[in-house]
C-alpha cells in the first residue's frame, strides 16, 4: 500500500505540481515531436525511482516512464478540443491502473533510504491531492459549462482567487476531518455561501449560480471523500 502511495505522489508531482502550462501546450501543439513530452517521461521516472526509495526498483520506474508516455502519446493524438474532458479522465485512469500494475508486479518491499514515517507518506499525498490536482480536475470536469455574467467585463477579483479560494477550503476540509470536527465544516459552507450569494444576486444570472455551485460542492466533495480515505488509511497503520 505504501509503495502505491509514493508512485502516486510521484505521479501527483510529475503530471501537475512540476509540469507548467508551457510544457502542455507545447506538447498539445508537437505532440511526440516537443522536447517537453521527453523531460515529462524523464521527470516521472525519476521521480518514481526516488520516491520507491529501491535501486531494484529501477527497472520497474522505467517501465513507469514508458507506459507514461505511451497514454500522453495516445491522449495527444487522439483528443480534440471537444474530447479533451474525456480523454483528461481516460488519461488519469490508465495512469493509476498502470501504477497499481506495477505494485503488483513489484514484489520486493522497498528499503527507504528516503526515511520518512509511513503516516507521513499517506498524508503528504492527501494534501497534495487536493491542492492543484484537484483544481484541474474541477476545472476540467464543469469546462462542459462556461457561463458568462453579465458583469463579467466589470470583474475587478483578483487573479487566480478562485482557484486559491478552492484549495484553502479543501484544505480547511481536509483538517477539519482530521480532527473530528466536521460541524466545522458546515460553519465554512455557510460562510462561503454568504459571501457569494451578493455577487450571485448582484448577476442575477442562474447559470452562474449553479456553474458555482456545482463547482463548490465537487470541491467539497473531493475533499470530503480524500480525508475520509486519509483517516481510514492511517487508522490501519496503528
Not at 531494484?56 to 522505467?62: E, L, S, V, W
Not at 507518506?121 to 457561463?147: R, Y
Not at 467585463?153 to 480547511?172: K, Q, T, V, W
Not at 463547482?215 to 497503520?237: E, H, M, P, W, Y
Request: proline share 2%; with cysteine.
Amino acid at each position: 500500500m505504501i509503495l502505491f502511495i509514493k508512485l502516486l505522489l510521484a505521479h501527483l508531482l510529475g503530471d501537475f505540481i512540476w509540469q507548467p502550462n508551457s510544457w502542455v501546450a507545447d506538447k498539445e501543439a508537437k505532440k511526440h515531436k516537443s522536447i517537453y513530452l521527453y523531460f515529462h517521461i524523464l521527470l516521472h521516472g525519476v521521480l518514481a525511482a526516488i520516491l520507491a526509495g529501491e535501486i531494484r526498483f529501477i527497472p520497474y520506474a522505467i517501465l513507469i516512464a514508458v507506459t507514461h508516455g505511451i497514454v500522453d502519446l495516445i491522449k495527444l493524438n487522439f483528443q480534440k478540443t471537444k474530447t479533451k474532458r474525456t480523454w483528461f479522465i481516460i488519461d488519469q485512469i490508465l495512469h493509476v491502473l498502470i501504477l497499481a500494475g506495477i505494485v503488483l508486479l513489484y514484489k520486493d518491499e522497498p528499503i527507504h533510504f528516503l526515511w520518512i514515517n509511513n503516516q507521513i507518506w499517506i498524508l503528504i499525498t492527501g494534501i497534495l491531492l487536493i491542492t492543484k490536482p484537484t483544481s484541474i480536475f474541477i476545472k476540467t470536469i464543469i469546462s462542459i459549462w462556461n457561463p458568462e455574467s453579465q458583469n463579467s467585463h466589470n470583474d475587478n477579483s483578483l487573479a487566480a482567487a478562485g482557484n486559491y479560494i478552492g484549495i484553502l477550503e479543501r484544505l480547511f476540509v481536509f483538517c477539519f476531518i482530521l480532527t473530528g470536527h466536521f460541524e466545522a465544516i458546515g460553519f465554512l459552507l455557510a460562510a462561503k455561501s454568504i459571501f457569494r450569494f451578493g455577487d450571485l444576486k448582484e448577476a442575477k444570472d442562474r447559470k452562474l449560480t449553479e456553474y458555482v455551485l456545482i463547482g463548490t460542492l465537487i470541491s467539497f466533495g473531493t475533499a470530503i471523500i480524500a480525508a475520509l480515505i486519509v483517516q481510514a488509511l492511517l487508522l490501519q497503520l496503528l
